[in-house]
């Protein structure tokens, strides 16, 4: 398979590393990745797919994954504006205020928004550092008034959609296969119509967003902007940052994902990839243990599961990057870990820096090099050094040395 990439820069991708993990999963039935970030391994798969689930807290991170998926010409008509200061502030103050997303991307699995879609990764491509999007104190408000806000019990308002075999119904592999291939044929006959590239007219109100506004009986005034005066009320009203966007360049080339120069005019071709290669994964959105159970795991086959948490503050990480929960998420997904490592049917990979997971001897450590990250656009290089993965005993072993061209190394457990 071709691998893809996504199409913004994403701190703490393992692009790099996607090979070494794949030889260690195989050609798994089932793959699970709870932090699915710039689903950098999941892309670089080099066999084809099975039955694969992503997820992510970040409502705007899983909603973007969502659109590419569903409505990739949407998105790309949102996301293909140019680089532009003034829109980069009032579209994230835009952003932060959809409450009401935040909310109904966690109620409903198949929910998502095209035009929260496109601005995010359009303002992503162009932010600097960490803040794109962000407000700390909108988890712990919005959780505790989940049953005030949204209308339904906290139970149900912690549930996902239904993981727990390989699918159902039309969503069995069998059929998924079947209309694999007559999918392929298809785009194979518009591929060969010169005007296959065309957007579909959407002239008519905001596109499939207009009908959905109808079906679901929204008031009117649903569409109506946020309050934009004095900087915005409440947890809106301070805190966000301003600053220039992305104008930095290097041997010839300048900005970053959709904004990097020779992608102008691409970004429709680019979305359509990756919803080829999308059109079978399952995105969920909330916590990461969701999707951990017996069930959406061992049950459907032997299972891929990559766990590539927020690294703790111990691991030396810049702190600005996450709020304070986030930071102790690792040392939860370190414990899961290591109460499930022994599973036959289970090969995890779990990534971290240096000395931050103390693991058995019977786990494998790897060492890679990482191209940079945040503190390396702040001048500090020795993290992307630091990098590890530690391998459940149950993956398989590397038949070869796959340098690749990478600085590697192996070791057996510890901290290292």
């Known amino acids: 398979m071709t691998p893809l990439r996504a199409p913004f820069p994403w701190f703490g991708g393992k692009s790099r590393a996607a090979h070494l993990v794949w030889e260690a999963f195989g050609d798994v039935a089932n793959y699970v990745e709870p932090f699915a970030g710039s689903l950098a391994v999941m892309l670089g798969r080099p066999t084809p797919p099975g039955v694969e689930t992503v997820n992510d807290r970040d409502a705007y991170l899983a909603n973007f994954w969502r659109a590419v998926q569903l409505a990739p010409d949407e998105v790309a008509r949102y996301a293909d504006w140019p680089v532009n200061e003034a ?3 009032a579209r994230h103050r835009w ?6 997303f935040r909310a109904r991307m966690r109620q409903g699995p198949e929910y998502f928004d095209s035009k929260v879609a496109g601005w995010w990764v359009w303002g992503i491509c162009q932010w600097i ?7 700390p104190a909108w988890e712990e408000q919005e959780a505790a008034g989940a049953e005030k806000t949204c209308g339904i019990a906290t139970s149900e308002y912690a549930k996902r959609p239904m993981l727990d075999k390989p699918g159902r119904g039309i969503h069995q592999l069998a059929v998924r296969q079947g209309e694999r291939e007559a999918q ?6 518009l591929r060969s119509n010169p005007d296959w590239k065309r957007r579909p007219h959407l002239s008519h109100g905001n596109g499939v967003h207009a009908q959905r506004a109808r079906d679901l009986g929204i008031a009117a005034g649903w569409e109506k ?3 934009l005066g004095r900087g915005g009320r409440g947890v809106h009203g301070r805190g966000l940052p301003e600053q220039m966007p992305v104008l930095s360049g290097d041997s010839g080339a300048v900005g970053r994902g959709i904004h990097v120069s020779g992608k102008q005019g691409g970004i429709g071709e680019w979305m359509q990839a990756l919803a080829d290669r999308l059109r079978y994964v399952r995105v969920c959105c909330g916590d990461w243990s969701r999707i951990l159970s017996p069930n959406v795991t061992e049950r459907i086959g032997v299972t891929g599961i990559l766990l590539d948490p927020p690294y703790s503050g111990a691991a030396g990480r810049d702190p600005s990057l996450y709020a304070e929960e986030y930071l102790q998420v690792a040392h939860r997904v370190r414990e899961w870990s290591l109460a499930n490592g022994d599973n036959p049917r289970l090969r995890i990979a779990l ?3 240096e000395g931050e997971h103390p693991m058995p001897s019977t786990w494998r450590c790897v060492s890679w090099k990482a191209p940079g990250g945040y503190a390396a656009a702040r001048g500090n290089h020795e ?3 630091r990098e590890r993965i530690w391998f459940s005993p149950h ?6 040395d796959p340098l690749h061209g990478l600085p590697f190394a192996v070791f057996t457990g510890g901290a290292r």
């Not at 550092?129 to 407000?135: K, L, M, N, P, V």
């Not at 392929?184 to 006959?189: A, G, I």
């Not at 993956?395 to 070869?400: D, K, S, T, V």
């Open 395 to 400: 993956c398989l072993a590397p038949a070869e």
């Open 95 to 100: 952003l932060v205020g959809q409450t009401e």
């Open 225 to 227: 902007r946020p309050s």
């Open 129 to 135: 550092g960490s803040g794109w999007c962000a407000q």
């Open 351 to 353: 990534c971290g820096y």
């Open 87 to 89: 829109d980069l502030h």
């Open 383 to 385: 993290n992307a050094q």
């Open 184 to 189: 392929e044929e298809r785009l194979r006959d």
